[in-house]
Protein backbone atom coordinates (compact mmCIF):
# COMPACT_ATOMS: atom_id res chain seq x y z
CA UNK A 1 0.00 0.00 0.00
CA UNK A 2 1.18 3.53 -0.74
CA UNK A 3 2.70 5.81 1.93
CA UNK A 4 0.94 9.02 2.31
CA UNK A 5 3.48 11.69 2.72
CA UNK A 6 2.80 13.87 6.12
CA UNK A 7 1.79 17.07 4.95
CA UNK A 8 -0.37 20.14 6.37
CA UNK A 9 -3.46 18.47 5.01
CA UNK A 10 -2.61 15.50 6.30
CA UNK A 11 -2.34 16.89 10.09
CA UNK A 12 -5.14 19.43 8.91
CA UNK A 13 -6.74 16.40 9.12
CA UNK A 14 -5.58 14.58 11.94
CA UNK A 15 -6.71 17.77 13.99
CA UNK A 16 -10.18 16.31 13.91
CA UNK A 17 -8.60 12.73 15.00
CA UNK A 18 -7.00 14.69 18.10
CA UNK A 19 -3.62 13.54 16.90
CA UNK A 20 -0.94 14.87 18.25
CA UNK A 21 1.04 15.83 15.03
CA UNK A 22 -0.92 19.00 14.05
CA UNK A 23 -0.46 20.27 17.80
CA UNK A 24 3.35 19.78 17.59
CA UNK A 25 4.65 20.13 14.37
CA UNK A 26 3.13 23.27 13.29
CA UNK A 27 2.95 26.96 13.96
CA UNK A 28 0.46 28.68 15.84
CA UNK A 29 -0.26 31.34 12.69
CA UNK A 30 -1.05 27.62 10.38
CA UNK A 31 -3.49 26.55 13.38
CA UNK A 32 -5.55 29.98 13.13
CA UNK A 33 -5.48 29.20 9.84
CA UNK A 34 -7.51 25.89 10.55
CA UNK A 35 -9.71 27.02 12.75
CA UNK A 36 -10.90 30.20 10.69
CA UNK A 37 -11.19 27.85 7.55
CA UNK A 38 -13.51 25.55 9.83
CA UNK A 39 -15.36 28.71 11.02
CA UNK A 40 -15.79 30.10 7.67
CA UNK A 41 -17.20 26.76 6.17
CA UNK A 42 -20.03 26.52 9.00
CA UNK A 43 -20.40 30.19 8.41
CA UNK A 44 -20.96 29.84 4.71
CA UNK A 45 -22.88 26.41 4.62
CA UNK A 46 -25.14 27.89 7.36
CA UNK A 47 -26.12 30.85 5.48
CA UNK A 48 -27.16 29.62 2.29
CA UNK A 49 -30.90 29.32 2.41
CA UNK A 50 -33.93 30.35 1.37
CA UNK A 51 -34.67 34.12 1.33
CA UNK A 52 -38.29 34.29 1.02
CA UNK A 53 -39.63 35.27 3.81
CA UNK A 54 -43.67 35.27 4.30
CA UNK A 55 -44.60 37.84 7.63
CA UNK A 56 -46.69 36.39 10.51
CA UNK A 57 -49.87 37.22 10.65
CA UNK A 58 -51.03 39.68 13.22
CA UNK A 59 -51.88 37.90 16.63
CA UNK A 60 -53.69 38.45 19.77
CA UNK A 61 -53.29 37.44 23.28
CA UNK A 62 -55.08 34.61 24.03
CA UNK A 63 -57.54 34.73 26.94
CA UNK A 64 -59.21 31.68 28.94
CA UNK A 65 -62.42 32.88 30.51
CA UNK A 66 -64.53 30.16 32.61
CA UNK A 67 -67.89 29.41 31.21
CA UNK A 68 -70.34 31.70 31.94
CA UNK A 69 -72.93 31.12 34.99
CA UNK A 70 -74.53 33.54 37.11
CA UNK A 71 -76.07 34.14 40.02
CA UNK A 72 -78.63 36.39 41.41
CA UNK A 73 -77.74 38.88 44.14
CA UNK A 74 -80.47 40.06 46.08
CA UNK A 75 -80.23 41.63 49.58
CA UNK A 76 -82.56 44.40 51.68
CA UNK A 77 -80.01 46.70 51.41
CA UNK A 78 -80.42 47.45 48.21
CA UNK A 79 -83.78 48.32 46.32
CA UNK A 80 -83.15 46.18 43.20
CA UNK A 81 -81.50 43.26 42.28
CA UNK A 82 -78.99 42.30 39.71
CA UNK A 83 -76.78 39.25 38.50
CA UNK A 84 -73.15 38.53 38.81
CA UNK A 85 -70.79 35.72 37.47
CA UNK A 86 -70.56 32.74 39.97
CA UNK A 87 -66.55 33.53 39.60
CA UNK A 88 -66.61 36.59 41.63
CA UNK A 89 -67.29 37.70 45.47
CA UNK A 90 -69.34 40.63 46.68
CA UNK A 91 -68.60 42.99 49.58
CA UNK A 92 -70.74 45.30 50.56
CA UNK A 93 -68.87 48.38 51.63
CA UNK A 94 -70.74 50.87 52.77
CA UNK A 95 -74.36 50.58 54.06
CA UNK A 96 -76.58 54.05 54.87
CA UNK A 97 -79.69 55.63 53.58
CA UNK A 98 -77.60 58.08 51.48
CA UNK A 99 -75.20 56.37 49.81
CA UNK A 100 -74.84 52.14 49.07
CA UNK A 101 -71.77 50.70 47.66
CA UNK A 102 -70.93 47.16 46.83
CA UNK A 103 -67.56 45.94 45.42
CA UNK A 104 -67.91 43.46 42.85
CA UNK A 105 -64.60 41.54 43.17
CA UNK A 106 -62.60 39.44 40.48
CA UNK A 107 -59.54 37.46 42.54
CA UNK A 108 -58.80 35.13 39.49
CA UNK A 109 -58.61 38.27 37.18
CA UNK A 110 -57.52 40.94 40.14
CA UNK A 111 -60.34 43.08 38.86
CA UNK A 112 -63.21 44.88 40.67
CA UNK A 113 -66.31 46.82 39.99
CA UNK A 114 -66.66 49.75 42.13
CA UNK A 115 -70.99 50.16 42.33
CA UNK A 116 -72.14 53.11 44.35
CA UNK A 117 -75.92 53.50 44.72
CA UNK A 118 -77.28 56.50 45.72
CA UNK A 119 -81.40 56.90 45.82
CA UNK A 120 -83.06 60.29 44.06
CA UNK A 121 -85.47 62.30 45.34
CA UNK A 122 -87.18 64.06 42.48
CA UNK A 123 -85.52 64.30 38.71
CA UNK A 124 -84.17 67.70 39.83
CA UNK A 125 -80.78 65.78 41.46
CA UNK A 126 -80.51 63.24 38.69
CA UNK A 127 -78.45 66.32 37.02
CA UNK A 128 -76.22 66.59 40.04
CA UNK A 129 -75.61 62.65 40.05
CA UNK A 130 -74.40 62.81 36.21
CA UNK A 131 -72.59 65.96 36.55
CA UNK A 132 -70.73 64.01 39.08
CA UNK A 133 -70.28 60.95 37.53
CA UNK A 134 -68.62 62.90 34.34
CA UNK A 135 -66.02 64.77 36.97
CA UNK A 136 -64.72 61.31 38.11
CA UNK A 137 -64.44 59.87 34.64
CA UNK A 138 -62.37 63.03 33.32
CA UNK A 139 -59.92 62.08 35.96
CA UNK A 140 -58.73 59.66 33.36
CA UNK A 141 -59.22 61.74 30.30
CA UNK A 142 -55.29 62.99 30.62
CA UNK A 143 -54.14 58.89 29.83
CA UNK A 144 -56.98 58.16 27.64
CA UNK A 145 -57.04 58.74 23.83
CA UNK A 146 -60.75 58.42 22.95
CA UNK A 147 -64.13 57.49 24.28
CA UNK A 148 -66.74 55.69 22.85
CA UNK A 149 -69.96 55.88 25.01
CA UNK A 150 -73.23 54.57 24.10
CA UNK A 151 -76.57 55.19 25.54
CA UNK A 152 -79.45 52.58 26.60
CA UNK A 153 -82.98 52.98 26.91
CA UNK A 154 -85.44 50.45 28.24
CA UNK A 155 -88.87 52.09 27.74
CA UNK A 156 -90.66 48.78 29.41
CA UNK A 157 -88.63 49.47 32.76
CA UNK A 158 -88.24 52.83 32.25
CA UNK A 159 -84.25 52.66 32.20
CA UNK A 160 -81.92 55.07 31.04
CA UNK A 161 -78.14 53.98 31.06
CA UNK A 162 -74.98 55.16 29.47
CA UNK A 163 -71.71 53.27 29.46
CA UNK A 164 -68.06 54.57 28.54
CA UNK A 165 -65.09 52.58 27.00
CA UNK A 166 -61.93 54.50 27.43
CA UNK A 167 -59.25 53.74 25.35
CA UNK A 168 -55.62 53.99 25.76
CA UNK A 169 -52.68 52.06 27.06
CA UNK A 170 -52.58 53.65 30.46
CA UNK A 171 -56.07 54.27 31.93
CA UNK A 172 -56.43 53.39 35.09
CA UNK A 173 -60.58 52.36 34.93
CA UNK A 174 -61.25 51.17 31.28
CA UNK A 175 -64.93 50.74 31.42
CA UNK A 176 -67.65 52.76 33.01
CA UNK A 177 -71.35 53.17 33.66
CA UNK A 178 -74.64 54.90 35.18
CA UNK A 179 -77.92 53.79 35.02
CA UNK A 180 -81.44 55.24 36.65
CA UNK A 181 -85.02 55.29 36.18
CA UNK A 182 -84.39 59.18 36.28
CA UNK A 183 -86.61 59.89 39.67
CA UNK A 184 -85.92 57.31 42.30
CA UNK A 185 -82.64 55.21 42.02
CA UNK A 186 -79.00 56.42 40.26
CA UNK A 187 -76.70 53.27 40.03
CA UNK A 188 -73.01 54.10 38.57
CA UNK A 189 -70.29 51.59 37.93
CA UNK A 190 -66.40 51.47 37.23
CA UNK A 191 -63.82 48.62 36.46
CA UNK A 192 -59.96 48.40 37.88
CA UNK A 193 -57.68 45.91 37.36
CA UNK A 194 -55.11 45.74 39.83
CA UNK A 195 -51.98 46.14 37.90
CA UNK A 196 -49.61 48.57 35.96
CA UNK A 197 -52.17 49.98 33.23
CA UNK A 198 -51.18 48.55 29.92
CA UNK A 199 -54.42 47.69 27.50
Not at 82 to 110: C, G, H
Not at 125 to 137: C, K, N, P, R, V
Request: charged fraction near 20%.
Amino acid sequence: MQKYEKSFYYDFFSYFCKSKPFYQEHSMRQKIIAIAIIMGSVAFFGCTHSNDYTPKPQAYLRFSFPSKKYATYDTAALPFTFEYATEARLNMKKDTPRDKWVDILYPSRQGVVFLSYKPLHGPQELAGQIDTSYELLKLHFDYSCGLDEKQYYDPTRHVFATTYKLKGSNVASTYQFWATDSNTHFLRGSLYLNQTPNN
